[in-house]
């Protein structure tokens, strides 16, 4: 082998292309030991690349996505705790407010939720201590929620349980009622297309038979119009205006099990198909760089240890 054979041996082990080792071992002959360097110096710089993307790939993907699930699941957790206290979406004045509190704190904990898990991404998959965000930019992602949900079309009010006998928290859309009459062909067939688009207007559930629930309820309209002993003495006449909303055979059970009974039941209500878009609140607070001023700015320099 000459000097210039040499050279060019010596310059090709410095680089990582597959293809130049290819071309290059087709065309010298050179001893097995030397093919065997060649082959895992190639693995090597394969192994390098494939780390290089798939890491800030996963750093850039996971926070999103694990902030989103924190925020569905912190509202879930709200709607059960809204049963425990016997609050629905249709109780006046604190619903909001449990709603406003709910929606704050699954904004907080998503925020913490993004910063973890990009924490252990940067650390190559080790988790070593739970760093918390300050109280600053807890309070900042709190705020930015709320105002994240509100302009996606959310109502705070519709995070607590859904009650029976009051329009639920998919009450999206409904038809004018002919006062206490059942639904007739084409109030049904409209009743059937809300349905399918909306769901029950309590739980969400879009599997079954539809029914038009009347709201108020037909009982409690009655009761309504009856009027007080000084309403029938003056002869003042109450109309009560019902429109007719999608509902589901369940709910409806447990609609005319709570009027009998003079009960308040509520239900867990929920999405089926593709989020909302108020739901997509958490992955935008995941999407954002969450960092502390003490550590560094994530970057591809970081893995390049």
């Known amino acids: 082998m000459d000097d210039g054979t040499l050279r060019h ?20 002959s050179l001893p097995p030991s030397i093919t065997s360097a060649i082959n895992k110096l ?53 619903a909001p407010i449990l709603g406003g509190i709910a929606v704050a704190a699954a904004s907080a904990t998503a925020a913490q939720v993004s910063f973890t898990v990009r924490r252990i991404c940067e650390s190559n998959g ?3 201590k739970l760093e918390l965000i300050s109280r600053e ?21 519709n995070v607590m349980p859904s009650n029976v006998i009051r329009p639920g928290a998919h ?19 409209l009743i059937k297309d809300l349905f399918k ?3 029950c207007h309590h739980c969400g559930r879009r599997q079954g038979a539809a029914i038009a629930d009347h709201m108020p309820a037909n009982m409690l309209a009655k009761e309504a119009m009856a009027g007080n ?23 409806s ?24 878009p108020p739901a997509w609140t958490g992955f935008c607070i995941g999407a954002l760089q969450i960092q502390e001023d003490e550590h560094p700015q994530y970057s591809n320099s970081s893995y390049r240890r």
């Open 171 to 189: 009450a999206h859309s409904s038809i004018p009622a002919r006062g206490v009459r059942y639904a007739n062909d084409v109030e049904s067939g």
């Open 253 to 276: 059970k447990l609609q005319s099990t709570a009027l009998r009974h003079g009960k308040h039941s509520l239900v867990f209500h929920y999405h089926r198909g593709i989020p909302q």
């Open 197 to 199: 688009r909306y769901g």
């Open 9 to 28: 041996w010596s310059q090709s082990m410095h680089v990582k292309g597959r293809d130049f080792f290819h071309v290059f071992n087709s065309s010298v």
């Open 42 to 94: 190639q693995e090597s710089g394969g192994n390098g690349s494939r780390k290089d993307w798939r890491r800030p790939l996963l750093a850039t993907i996971l926070p999103p996505c694990a902030a989103s699930a924190s925020f569905l699941c912190s509202l879930a957790l709200a709607q059960g705790a809204g049963k425990l206290l016997r609050v629905s979406c249709a109780t006046p004045v604190v």
């Open 137 to 157: 930019k807890a309070l900042f992602y709190a705020l930015f929620g709320l105002v994240a949900y509100k302009v996606l079309g959310g109502r705070v009010r």
């Open 229 to 251: 002993f000084f309403t029938r003495l003056l002869g003042k006449q109450i109309i009560v205006e019902q429109r007719l909303y999608p509902q589901c055979l369940p709910c």
């Open 126 to 128: 080790r988790f070593e």
